[in-house]
């Protein structure tokens, strides 16, 4: 065998491992679109485990997109559970011949992102923050005041009881009793990342409950 084919299979053979490598990560991501183009197909099903699932998966892409848009990480949390929210409603309209989930999941953030930076101001003039629902009223509170807000907390209860158990005892722990996520985790002896998603995906439910309540009244 000549000195130059002996170093061309030498060249070759160095090579083939980072080939190998390469066909591995394009399968990979191969094999996660296909899974989270599933996620979502089951979504459209009206599967909340498969929602449950697409979040853990692909929240820090989603929420990554929306932070670099907003540049403030509550900001960015807020547009992740309405990207979520929305998915929930769309899932059907998803069409996978038309491109990747992952795609369709970022094009989400981007325009909840953009949405929210358009309205920021407005949005928090018109929230209404969870906690204040339950705290006592003010003796300065007019009748009226008074009869709004009572109103207010009863959409809020009753809302909190559509959410499964584990949704509601998450949320009312974390607004009501004062714990972090961390601590909450502790408490109820489960994974972190499993109280936040039950954390997000609950408050997904209620928004989605409250809002035409709210904005009624």
Known sequence: MSESKAGRKAVSAKMAPAATEHEQLTAGI?????LWNQHVEMVAAGDHDALARLYDETSPLVHGTALRILG????ADEATVDVYAQVWRT???FDS??????????MLARSRALDRLRSRATRREKET???????PRSPEESPDETAAMNQQRRLVWAALRELSPEQREAIELAFFSGLSHSELAARLRQPLGTVKTRIRLGMMKLRQLLE??????
């Open 91 to 93: 899932a059907s309209s």
């Open 212 to 217: 035409p309540a709210l904005e009624a009244h």
């Open 30 to 34: 191969r094999e996660q679109h296909r």
């Open 72 to 75: 403030d990480s509550a900001d």
């Open 129 to 135: 923050p969870l906690e204040s629902l339950a705290e």
């Open 97 to 106: 011949s038309r491109g990747s989930a992952t795609s369709w999941l970022v």
